[in-house]
């Protein structure tokens, strides 16, 4: 009798499928890969003969654990125990998953890493009146591509063309190759807001002073994001109010009031309020200013920047005064040595990372809408700068997956980033926004914020050390070609749906190209989709081999680098005593088990001096239409100069704004390295808002 075919296999849920050899195949290439024993001929070859084994036994519809077992059996069959030791512990870290992923409560079709899981149970997923998921990261992929495709239908795209650009935005998602910001997760397909970003002007009256607290209020409660402000703009404090006879209580005061609302209302119920302070040099209240947030217990909502001018810069520079102008009245109020402010600025960043500084002349040098203005403030995380009432949406393509045998594979980031391009165009026109004036400049502007996240993964894969000429080099090379990738898709969706409506007030008019949207690249830090995408932050580096992340919830996330693990296991020092070390300290540096070529290719952001974070930060900066992200990572014995050369080479370098935080200066920080205790050490920053569904209110008249 000749042995049988195999058609069908059962599942751990019971369900009968197509069986596939090629699950096989890869299953016994993945554990000998690991230990680098042989390639994908010998694991064919090995697939064969378990094919043959199964066909010779006396079930009929075999059962995954029964194929794996048979797998086992071959490998030491043949000699291979290292191997079959390694698709054991694989086997058992699969079995850890599935009990993991049972907990959570989620059914995932997609097999996603179980961090991405926890992140998009915790913030993304929708929820019922109990908190309880209502939808699994499949429905919830599919319902954001299909209502961002169906938009094409107001541009007479055919049924067809809407259906695959569904199913290709589907992939990008599902794939984690492109996740875009945290309000299109949450919202698309429901209705609602799907901008990350918002800045709104400070007058000075009291009527559009409160006017932009009830407005802030209305985006912080309907859309989070955060609002940025330019203060500069309100009489300081002690300057004559002719409608009262009184005096100005100044712009600080006002900024206290935002922070109360801000502490009231949550964004949306996901995630605490925030703002960004802006107040320029030349302001009489600067120094107030500039030590609103001493000791870390005022304005907590708040990030607080100096706007700083060339001019101030260069005065900077040469320990000359520096005139402060009263901006009701344009006249000089006082002069103050521009050292010496800058000596304050740069001791309090050092003591706890604010004031941070954004520099006005190098982003209005490249302003793509001049005829709106300068651009005075950006949004809370100082990657958008924007016009009052402006807005952008965000989405980040995930550089960790586009490796492909050690080379980059830019034929598909071109594919990535037209398809991510179109999607986040026509997120424009899908948002709900909160405010009137709101809805006006984001279809007027068509701002995108298309950046990129794991480039820190995508260097270790390629073997390139962070801190080294040849990251800076990939990523110029990289961000260029993502810019003029996007500005190409910009213009082709130009001629297919128009030009953006303040067109001719922007720089294209004169350059004679036709644009649909006035900037498209920015660099946000990335916080939770990075978590989603399992990939590393923006373009930072690694900020631990092994770290706690607090964005999700109070006790956060404990993550040990998977390109580590991979490459200790494939290089013989996988074991208990050196990953212990490494979840101590973080650090793979002075460890005498770990190869010195590993050791720097995982070097980790304290390890990386200050200068070179603003190095990198600028080879990105040199081709994003809008500004990035980055934190300078300083270590805890970084000195005051330390700051000031990081403030001084930002401006030089072109930077459009820095944000420094020199470790431990704060009580509450989001990474923190090594294993920790329980992660009861460590809190959250402007993180998901723990609240309790009415229905699991708890009640007691106890004491």
């Not at 197509?18 to 000998?32: E, L, N, V």
């Not at 125990?81 to 870290?93: G, Q, T």
């Not at 990535?416 to 391009?421: M, V, Y």
Request: proline share 4%; with cysteine.
């Amino acid at each position: 009798m000749s042995p049988k075919t195999l058609t069908t296999i059962k599942k751990r849920d019971g369900s009968i499928v197509a069986f596939d050899k090629d699950r096989i195949i890869r299953a016994i290439f993945k554990a000998a890969d690991s230990l680098s024993a042989f390639g994908e001929k010998e694991a064919k070859r090995l697939s064969e003969i378990v094919v043959e084994i199964l066909k010779k036994t006396h079930v009929t519809v075999p059962e995954v654990e029964q194929i794996q077992d048979v797998i086992e059996q071959c490998l030491m069959a043949a000699g291979y125990y290292d191997v079959a030791k390694a698709f054991i512990l694989y086997r058992k870290n699969r079995e850890q998953r599935r009990e993991e992923r049972k907990s959570l409560g989620i059914d995932d079709a997609l097999e996603l890493p179980i961090n991405s899981l926890r992140a998009l149970k915790a913030r993304h997923l929708r929820k019922d009146a109990s908190g309880n998921p209502i939808e699994n990261p499949t429905q919830l992929f599919e319902r954001v591509s299909s209502s961002i495709a169906d938009v094409d239908k107001r541009y007479g795209l055919s049924k067809k063309e809407i259906v695959n650009n569904a199913e290709g935005f589907f992939e990008l998602m599902a794939k984690r190759k492109f996740i875009p910001g945290g309000s299109y997760l949450r919202n698309a397909g429901f209705g609602g807001p799907l901008s990350n970003c918002h800045v709104l002007p400070i007058e000075d009256s009291i009527e559009s002073i409160y006017e932009s607290i009830k407005q802030s209020a209305i985006i912080t409660q309907r859309a989070g994001g955060g609002v940025g402000y330019n203060f500069s703009r309100i009489r300081p404090a002690g300057d004559f109010v002719e409608s009262s006879g009184g005096l100005s209580t100044g712009p600080i005061s006002f900024m206290h009031v935002i922070d109360a609302s801000n502490q009231v209302i949550g964004m949306g119920g996901h995630r605490k309020a925030a703002s960004m302070a802006v107040l320029n040099a030349n302001h009489p209240d600067i120094l107030d200013f500039i030590h609103a947030k001493r000791g870390g217990k005022n304005l907590t909502t708040f990030n607080v920047s100096v706007g700083a001018t060339d001019t101030f810069m260069k005065a900077v520079q040469k320990g000359s005064d520096f005139d402060l102008i009263n901006p009701r009245t344009g006249a000089k109020v006082h002069t103050l040595n521009a050292e010496g402010i800058f000596d304050i600025m740069t001791s309090l960043a050092w003591d706890n990372g604010d004031p941070g500084m954004l520099f006005l002349d190098n982003t209005n040098k490249t302003n793509p809408l001049p005829g709106l203005g300068p651009l005075e403030s950006t949004n809370i995380c100082g990657e958008q700068w924007l016009h009052p009432f402006d807005v952008c949406n965000l989405g980040s393509i995930n550089l960790a997956v586009l490796v492909k045998d050690g080379k980059i594979d830019y034929k598909e980031l071109e594919r990535i980033t037209i398809l991510a391009s179109r999607f986040m165009d026509n997120g424009v026109d899908l948002s709900e926004y909160p405010v009137e004036k709101i809805t006006e400049m984001a279809k007027g502007n068509r701002r995108i914020g298309l950046g990129i996240m794991g480039f820190a993964d995508m260097l270790i894969q390629l073997g390139i050390p962070y801190n080294t000429p040849k990251a800076l080099k990939t990523a110029e090379e990289v961000m260029k070609f993502v810019n003029d990738t996007a500005f190409n898709a910009s213009a082709e969706l130009a001629k297919e749906k128009g030009v953006f409506p303040h067109y001719d007030l922007s720089i294209y008019k004169k350059m004679k190209v036709k644009m649909r949207n006035a900037a498209r690249t920015s660099i946000a830090p990335t916080g939770s989709i990075s978590m989603v995408a399992n990939a590393s932050s923006g373009i930072e580096p690694i900020f631990a081999v092994a770290f706690r992340k607090n964005v999700v919830d109070a006790k956060g996330v404990f993550y040990v680098n998977q390109y580590f693990e991979d490459m200790a296991k494939k290089n013989g020092f996988y074991n208990d005593e050196v990953l212990g070390e490494v979840s101590k300290h973080g650090s793979l540096q002075n460890n005498k088990e770990i190869p010195e070529k590993i050791q720097k290719l995982f070097v980790t952001a304290h390890e990386i001096s200050p200068a070179f974070h603003v190095k990198m930060q600028a080879a990105f900066q040199k081709h994003t239409d809008n500004a990035i992200s980055k934190t300078i990572n300083m270590p805890n014995s970084a000195t005051i100069d330390d700051v000031k050369e990081v403030y001084m080479l930002s401006w030089k370098l072109g930077c459009k704004g820095v944000t420094i935080y020199r470790d431990g200066s704060r009580d509450m920080q989001v990474l923190s390295s090594g294993s920790g205790s329980s992660g009861e050490d460590t809190q959250m920053i402007q993180s998901k808002v723990n609240l309790t569904p009415l229905g699991k209110r708890e009640y007691s008249l106890d004491n």
